[in-house]
């Protein structure tokens, strides 16, 4: 039995965060009548997903019915070279792609068919986020406690390594030089370098809040980011941020700044100033 999805209700936009393989992060959008692009190894369907600053990567849904397995039917993330990343979607057609974490594809170069399917993406895979953009239907937003915000950031291993280091919370601070996207009110400040600052922009000013991200700043524009996609007022992401190749390349043409070296930082936070006792771990030394 195949449970069959209403394809008219697939969001318009996707947002593909958190991927090893750091290409493919970034926006991608639907466009209905498209024909899979290249890197098709798999014969996906009419009815494509392009990435909105990088189109060498696209994500298409393949139905394998015609194998007489629908068990297989999935969503998939390409390059030019084939599949990167996948999404299973086992016995159902015209459903939206997975919201949440997508899965290697050991399968793309290892198979019974001894055929190469792609490269396969690197660890970890990526987490995605739909919006029905365009639409009149509202979207639920997650509304974090901006007060539980961490009072320090410690951002390390960047290639561009004038932003590591320790950066504090200035709650009532302005954006500063180098907002090319109109952050909101509070941002993190480089405690030694005063050029690099961290703040939080809210898209949903341009009906786009599956966009709202933390971004890393110097007086150029953006470096890194953070997406935290339908978020408002939650901490910065711990761990692993992104590069930003649609900084310099996206379909307003655009320049929102030079974009930061691989790799892109990590960002760990502590509740620094905080009269909360916090709780130490003792090995056996």
């Not at 068990?71 to 390409?78: D, G, M, P, R, T």
């Not at 961490?150 to 009532?172: I, M, R, W």
């Not at 050029?195 to 470096?223: A, M, T, Y």
């Not at 992401?237 to 691989?262: H, I, S, Y």
Request: include cysteine; hydrophobic fraction near 35%.
């Amino acid at each position: 039995e195949i449970e069959v999805g209403d394809k008219d209700s697939l969001p318009k936009s996707l947002v593909v965060s958190g991927a090893g393989t750091e290409a493919v992060n970034g926006v991608y959008e639907f466009e209905p009548h498209s024909q899979p692009r290249s890197g098709d190894t798999l014969g996906c369907n009419t009815g494509v997903y392009v990435h909105t600053s990088n189109l060498d990567c696209w994500i298409g849904f393949q139905d394998c019915r015609r194998h007489s397995h629908p068990e297989w039917n999935k969503w998939v993330l390409f390059d030019s070279n084939g599949v990167l990343y996948a999404a299973f979607c086992p016995n159902k057609i015209s459903v939206p792609p997975r919201v949440g974490k997508w899965e290697l594809v050991p399968w793309a170069t290892e198979n019974p068919w001894q055929k190469r399917f792609g490269d396969g993406g690197a660890a970890p895979p990526p987490r995605v986020a739909s919006a029905m953009l365009h639409s009149d239907e509202p979207v639920e937003i997650e509304v974090g406690d901006k007060d539980s915000l961490p009072k320090s950031l410690v951002v390390s291993g960047a290639g561009t390594e004038a932003v590591n280091g320790v950066y504090e919370f200035e709650p009532h601070s302005q954006p500063r030089s180098g907002d090319t996207l109109g952050c909101n009110t509070g941002v993190y400040v480089h405690t030694s370098n005063l050029d690099c600052w961290i703040g939080f922009q809210d898209c949903r000013r341009h009906s786009h809040p599956e966009w709202n991200k933390w971004v890393l700043f110097d007086s150029n524009g953006v470096l890194y980011a953070a997406f935290c996609p339908n978020k408002i007022s939650v901490p910065p992401r711990v761990g692993k941020w992104e590069l930003v190749p649609w900084a310099t390349e996206n379909p307003w043409q655009k320049r929102f700044g030079d974009g930061g070296a691989a790799p892109p930082p990590r960002v760990a936070s502590a509740m620094l100033h905080s009269d909360e006792p916090v709780e130490i771990e003792v090995g056996d030394k």
